[in-house]
């Protein structure tokens, strides 16, 4: 059974362009969540989408959103980028919104330069 | 924000088991202990997680104190392989949202 794909693997932008990522769930998953990991701030949860829906929001400013297609895969968007949105997005899907394990896939390496 | 308090470091021999503690004194008590390891920034993989009881799969075993305030991950034939963050979290009961804190960073010795 695949696991979580996500694309692209790395990219570099400039500041001010926007960048899209996007992930498919595992197989049967319906929830995906979205994280940020920065060697200064560590792993921060940004948004989880289940049914299409966005069910939590972490503390991120508004140039960050997401949305979740109808066979369950998703993208983020960050507009406006900043050099500080440099990280590694990590996308993780489980199979309903609440009371399960989910599970990551390797991640999107975002350089802003 | 993350309820769990992990050591930063730690090292381990190789072939020996290796012993993680992970401190989570307000814990509710329908909350889950999860642990999730990370590798070279790979994306962090799910090793095991518990309620009350103690846990075991392939990969791990979770012991976790009779009060819940505290857990050991335990895996019992370290291998270089084994090197990684170690990541203790006390999973909510609403979502899917976890808090990460800072981790354990796991050496494991030749």
């Known amino acids: 059974k695949a696991g979580v794909t996500q694309t692209p693997r790395y990219l570099i932008k400039t500041r001010g362009q926007q960048v899209t990522l996007s992930c498919s769930p595992i197989s049967g998953h319906r929830s995906v969540s979205w994280y940020q990991q920065t060697p200064g701030q560590g792993l921060q949860f940004l948004f989880e989408y289940f049914s299409e829906t966005q069910r939590n929001k972490g503390n991120f400013p508004g140039r960050f959103s997401g949305r979740q297609f109808s066979n369950s895969r998703s993208e983020m968007n960050v507009s406006t980028l900043e050099l500080g949105d440099s990280a590694l997005y990590l996308c993780a899907s489980s199979l309903v919104s609440s009371g399960n394990t989910i599970y990551f896939g390797e991640g999107s390496w975002l350089t802003v330069v | 924000d993350a309820k769990t308090t992990q050591p930063p470091s730690m090292d381990c021999a190789e072939g020996r088991a290796a012993n993680l503690p992970c401190n989570h004194s307000?814990?509710?008590?329908?909350?889950?202990v999860y642990w999730y390891r990370q590798i070279h920034s790979q994306g962090p993989q799910y090793i095991i997680h518990?309620?009350?009881n103690n846990e075991t799969n392939e990969m791990a075993s979770l012991i976790i104190t009779e009060d819940r305030k505290s857990s050991t991950l335990i895996l019992p034939h370290a291998t270089l392989r084994d090197t990684a963050v170690y990541y203790c979290?006390?999973?909510?009961?609403?979502?899917?949202?976890?808090?990460f804190g800072t981790g354990t960073s796991l050496t494991v010795i030749p």
């Open positions: 307000t814990i509710s008590g329908n909350e889950y």
């Open positions: 979290i006390v999973r909510e009961n609403t979502g899917n949202q976890f808090y």
């Open positions: 518990g309620l009350k």
